[in-house]
Structures are given as structure tokens and as C-alpha cells.
């Protein structure tokens, strides 16, 4: 399928000192500006591993997406931290801009997710307080970075929490839940797991009638999707959508005026014998239009050589997409070696503006 209704923006790019800039967000701002916030490594012993230095930083794009600039310093680490990652930015019903961002502590066991507060489109902010602090396993949200402001006001945070280290915990899902604009949180009492490494990197979308779905990174081998009927206190046992998929995040979101939703995730195959049980290439749309019974394979934004993660989408009232992703060459593809480990270095972050006319062919 041709992508004439994609641009393609390439909105921080890795290079000397800067190996990787991944997991983003976008909110538009009252004037129509748009707002970008990422984290952004640097070079160390670590590199760019997951647990590697980095911090969080914002551009600013005055031309609907197509060029960024302004760059800024937002959250700067602290003793104890080895890094401040997965920033996600939301407008709240009050008007004001919250930003909640990962304080990874030292060891990699712990956590802290954060809260900033801006009254002034993102100019100045000020700490607001964390929805929890100090884990015990690394609770986080992952590549899946996004806080749902729900019709009725609500606030749902989805994470995925364990015990021990990230790299070796077993992972279950769960939401905090906020109902006054992110001054209290308290943990909704339903849990969503899965066989093997468990379910990771949540993203959630609400549906036309107040019911909320929920698509999972799994090692299973596809997507898999869960259900909430009551605003996220609980979850329904999560069963396969259908699309195959390897260990990787997606973003499942409802276009604006339509019941239909959008999931962004890695149409490839299943293959327990690379990394993370596949490659994550081609990045992939489909649709569905009855509420996540039944997808329709839309096309792919973005293709090989190059394997893409950590997406996350903000679509406007009038349905144009804003696809944030992490854009990486994998030896494994160029070279077809399977023993070729993943590359965390290269790592690009790429902004995909899409017409709302691209979901419909």
C-alpha cells in the first residue's frame, strides 16, 4: 500500500555522545503548536542499555510536525538515579499540561514515576507529587508510555510491575487510577498476567461506550488484548487479537468521531529463536471497526532494514495521527544472522504524521 498520506520526520537523531532517543510523547499545545518530549541517552559504561544515562528533554514543532526545534532540558537525574526515562505528557480536564516521567534507581529493583505540572503550555514546571515512589521490583510502564485522561475525568496510568530486576522479572499489568487530576493515586484492584516473562507495556484506549481495552506486549507470539467495564478497576482475561507479532510494544488508540480503533504494532513473524521472539519490523496499522472483535491490516508505516519500537500515537480531533517511534538498522536483518545480538545504539527517534484519510483506503 503507498504511503503518500505519511511523512516521515526525523525529530532527534543519534550521534556522537548521543546513542539513543526513544519513548515519546506529544500533546498540542493551545496555539497549535505541538510539544515532543523524549528521553535521550548519552554515551557511558552502560551505553544505550536500558539502564544507560539519560534524561528528558522537549521540542517544540510551530509547522504541524514536520520540522522540531527548541530543544530543552526537562528532568534532569538525581543521586541514586542511573537514569529519568519514558516520558508521557497529557491535557488535563482543568487545562493544565502533566507530565509523568521513570525514575530508574540504582541496581535496577526500584522505581519512581513522577509527576510535573504545567499551567503555562509547557514553559515552566513544577513537581506535582509521584504515583508511587521506591518500588520494590522495577515497576514501569516501558516503551508504553502513555497516561489515558478518560471521558469521565479520570485518570488511568497502566504499568507493569514484578520483583527483582527488570531484565529477569515476571511481569503483571495493572492501572493507578486518579479521579482528581493526578493529586492522588490510589492501585485498582484488578491485575492482568500472562505465561512466560507475563504481560508488559499496557496501552489503553476507550471505547464509544465507556468500556476500555487494553493491548499487551507478550512472548506469545501475538497481541493480546483485555477489557474493562468499570474504568479500569478490573480486567478481563486477555485472549489473542489474531495479529502475530513478536515480544514487542504496541499503541492501540480510538479515532477521534468514529468507534473505530487504531493498533500500531510489529506485523512480523513469531520466531522464539531471535531476540525478543522476533523482529520488530515491519511497524504496522490495523483497524478495527467492532471493537477489537476483528481487525483489518491497514499497511505498514515503516519497513526493514530497520526494526522500530516504543510507539506511541496522539490523534487529533481531526483524526491526523502523530506516530512517535524509535528507529533502529538491526544487523540481524542486514546480515541475516540470528546470533547477532540487538542493536541499542543508532537509535533514532522518528515522528510519522499521518492522514486521517490513510486508515480508510
Not at 130 to 138: A, K, N, P
Not at 267 to 278: E, F, K, Q, T
Not at 324 to 351: N, S, W
Request: hydrophobic share 35%.
Amino acid at each position: 500500500m503507498s504511503n503518500a498520506k505519511i511523512k516521515h520526520v526525523l525529530a532527534a537523531e543519534a550521534g556522537a555522545g548521543n546513542p539513543r532517543n526513544d519513548t515519546a510523547g506529544i500533546v498540542e499545545l493551545k496555539d497549535g503548536r505541538l510539544l515532543l518530549v523524549w528521553h535521550k541517552y548519552e554515551d557511558g559504561a552502560e551505553g544505550g542499555s536500558d539502564f544507560g544515562l539519560c534524561r528528558i528533554y522537549a521540542k517544540r514543532s510551530k509547522d504541524g510536525g514536520v520540522s522540531w526545534g527548541d530543544e530543552a532540558l526537562l528532568v534532569d537525574v538525581r543521586p541514586g538515579d542511573h537514569n529519568v526515562q519514558a516520558p508521557g505528557i497529557s491535557r488535563l480536564p482543568s487545562g493544565d499540561l502533566l507530565l509523568h516521567c521513570l525514575r530508574g534507581h540504582e541496581g535496577g529493583s526500584s522505581s519512581t514515576m513522577c509527576l510535573f505540572r504545567s499551567s503555562d503550555e509547557g514553559e515552566t514546571w513544577r513537581e506535582a507529587g509521584c504515583v508511587w515512589e521506591r518500588s520494590e521490583g522495577q515497576w514501569l510502564q516501558g516503551g508504553a508510555n502513555h497516561m489515558n485522561v478518560l471521558s469521565g475525568g479520570r485518570l488511568l496510568l497502566p504499568y507493569h510491575f514484578g520483583t527483582g530486576h527488570q531484565g529477569s522479572q515476571h511481569n503483571t499489568v495493572g492501572c493507578f487510577l486518579s479521579d482528581d487530576e493526578g493529586h492522588s493515586w490510589r492501585q485498582a484492584g484488578g491485575t492482568v498476567d500472562l505465561p512466560m516473562r507475563g504481560a508488559m507495556e499496557a496501552s489503553v484506549a476507550e471505547l464509544g461506550d465507556g468500556r476500555l481495552v487494553m493491548s499487551l506486549r507478550t512472548q506469545l507470539g501475538a497481541v493480546f488484548l483485555s477489557y474493562s467495564d468499570n474504568v479500569g478497576e478490573t480486567w478481563s482475561l486477555p485472549q489473542t487479537s489474531g495479529l502475530k507479532a513478536p515480544e514487542s510494544c504496541t499503541c492501540i488508540r480510538r479515532i477521534p468521531g468514529t468507534k473505530d480503533l487504531v493498533l500500531f504494532y510489529n506485523g512480523s513473524d513469531y520466531d522464539p529463536g531471535r531476540h525478543h521472539y522476533g523482529l520488530r519490523t515491519p511497524l504496522t496499522a490495523a483497524l478495527s471497526q467492532d471493537g477489537g472483535g476483528t481487525w483489518r491490516r491497514v499497511g505498514d508505516i515503516e519497513t526493514g532494514p530497520y526494526e522500530f519500537m516504543n510507539v506511541n500515537c496522539m490523534i487529533t480531533p481531526s483524526g491526523k495521527a502523530f506516530l512517535t517511534y524509535t528507529k533502529v538498522e538491526d544487523p540481524q536483518i542486514t546480515e541475516d544472522d540470528k546470533t547477532l545480538p540487538f542493536k541499542r545504539t543508532g537509535m533514532d527517534l522518528v515522528v510519522a504524521v499521518i492522514e486521517r484519510e490513510w486508515f480508510y483506503p
